[in-house]
């Protein structure tokens, strides 16, 4: 997806979603580094791996705590905590879907299993197609369900890019199920997921996207995508917590495309001594059905995950996603320009619309001492694949440190 294209779409979000209604604002980005104690630790470049706290998360789940130790029970949620939906409508309006069509969800890759479960009887009657750079525990996933006699068709990655001629050529009339990441944690790949969705959909097939290394990096209008499904944990762009995360499944396909294979919920009693007058015209033990997105909720979610992402989901839409890829682009633009010249050849594409660079180091052992005796934090991924990822706190002196460690 290059940037031209990308742009068009984000003039499109902001026209069309809450999320990006303070793009037009100009953020002063130092104030907002110094709301991330990590910055004043290390040049931090691991965010596709574990983003920091803000000091204003940090006070929420600080208040939560003295809650839990000292107030727990008077009352059961803490007066001074927006109700627990109210994470659900904000990050609603971050992707541009209903609070409806929201649930909580522990963990992405849990949500995408949960999903596959409710779809069985679809997914029997056809084929799924994935590709390389989805998540190697996604892939993992698929795999295992081949075993058990899924059709499985995983496209390969042609230079760190997804060929989309390839992709048209796996999805046909009998694939059910399109896989993919929005932003790949390989490289930063970002998909064109637009043109994949008409593709699935252009054959009756439904579409699922990992959205947990985009979601708050850059922007996502699930209407304009063509997304069906999506999900992602909030303790990477989302500035939260392990443990707690969102799931996406379009209105419609509620219980219908999507149905609940873990059920949550209570009964009622209609015979003695639990009650003294039984109602002949109901059953003896009676339930309702959970409506909504609440049918693929298992018990109650983090809380701790929950006060987090209220606290830094604001943060976010206050922000403006599109400031926040305009801050972080300049310096994954330097970054590809620089670290070539040094010895450190790129597999992110140019001009890729994600906070996302990876390059090759040919001596990984001493690239990463050389690193950390500076103060660089990176990731080292896929043996000799170092993975950078600056966010809204980091600027180009963290990039001059890490430039001048590697030279």
Not at 71 to 97: D, M
Not at 181 to 189: E, M, R
Not at 341 to 363: H, M, Q, R, W
Request: with cysteine; aromatic share 10%.
């Amino acid at each position: 997806m290059n940037r031209r294209r990308f742009l068009s779409a984000a003039a499109a979000l902001s026209a069309a979603s809450p999320a990006a209604s303070a793009a037009a604002k100009e953020v002063d980005f130092e104030a907002v580094r110094a709301d991330f104690p990590r910055a004043r630790t290390a040049a931090y470049f691991d965010c596709a791996s574990s983003h920091p706290l803000s000091v204003h998360s940090t006070a929420a789940l600080h208040r939560y705590v003295d809650w839990v130790a000292h107030q727990v029970g008077a009352p059961w949620w803490p007066s001074w905590a927006p109700p627990r939906g109210e994470a659900k409508n904000l990050f609603a309006r971050l992707v541009n879907a209903k609070p409806s069509e929201i649930a909580f969800a522990r963990s992405t890759i849990e949500a995408e299993s949960n999903l596959l479960n409710g779809m069985a009887h679809v997914l029997s009657q056809g084929n799924v197609v994935t590709n390389d750079l989805h998540y190697t525990a996604a892939l993992y996933n698929y795999k295992m369900r081949q075993q058990e006699g899924l059709d499985l068709r995983v496209v390969k990655n042609r230079d760190w890019r997804i060929d989309i001629d390839d992709m048209r050529k796996a999805i046909d009339a009998g694939t059910k199920l399109v896989s993919i990441t929005l932003v790949s944690n390989v490289n930063g790949y970002l998909s064109d997921v637009k043109l994949i969705s008409d593709l699935a959909h252009s054959q009756g097939a439904y579409l699922y996207v990992d959205v947990i290394q985009a979601a708050g990096a850059v922007p996502i209008d699930v209407r304009a995508m063509g997304i069906d499904f999506a999900a992602c944990s909030t303790y990477k762009w989302l500035m939260g917590v392990k443990g707690f995360g969102f799931l996406y499944v379009r209105e419609d396909l509620q219980r219908k495309i999507v149905k609940p294979t873990q059920h949550s919920g209570g009964v009622r009693f209609n015979y003695e001594p639990w009650v003294d007058r039984p109602d002949a015209a109901l059953d003896e033990i009676t339930f309702r059905p959970r409506p909504g997105p609440g049918c693929y909720e298992v018990s109650y979610p983090s809380y701790e995950g929950v006060i987090c992402a209220q606290e830094s989901l604001n943060y976010i839409l206050q922000l403006g996603v599109p400031n926040i890829r305009k801050h972080v682009r300049g310096l994954t633009n330097r970054l590809q320009e620089e670290l070539p010249k040094l010895g450190y050849p790129s597999i992110t594409p140019k001009g890729n619309e994600s906070p996302i660079v990876v390059f090759e180091a040919s001596d990984p052992s001493s690239t990463v001492k050389k690193l950390q005796a500076a103060g660089v934090h990176v990731a080292m991924r896929f043996g000799n694949k170092m993975r950078l990822s600056p966010s809204v706190f980091s600027n180009h002196e963290d990039v001059d440190k890490l430039l001048g460690a590697l030279a």
